[in-house]
């Protein structure tokens, strides 16, 4: 399985390949945004289901978990 985390997107030098070196890294770096928006959601979601007994195991309670869950993904 494939997650957005695991891509990586071939460049040389300074830039990817085939743009001039200030467009490639504004698209890796715009990349890299997105890859981490779609993470932060992810795991928010899954937080979100997780029933007490696993919020207990990592030390959050229900309240606190919830408020995590809520922040939209671009927030941190």
Not at 9 to 36: D, E, H, N, W, Y
Not at 59 to 76: L, N, Q, S, V
């Amino acid at each position: 399985m494939t997650y957005a985390t695991d891509i990586h997107v071939p460049c040389k030098a300074a830039g990817v390949s085939g743009l001039p070196a200030g467009l490639g890294r504004l698209f890796l770096a715009s990349l890299q945004t997105l890859q981490l928006w779609y993470e932060r959601s992810r795991q928010r979601r899954r937080l979100a289901q997780m029933d007490d007994r696993l919020l207990r195991d990592i030390g959050i309670d229900r309240i606190a978990a919830m408020e995590e869950a809520a922040k939209p993904f671009w927030r941190t």
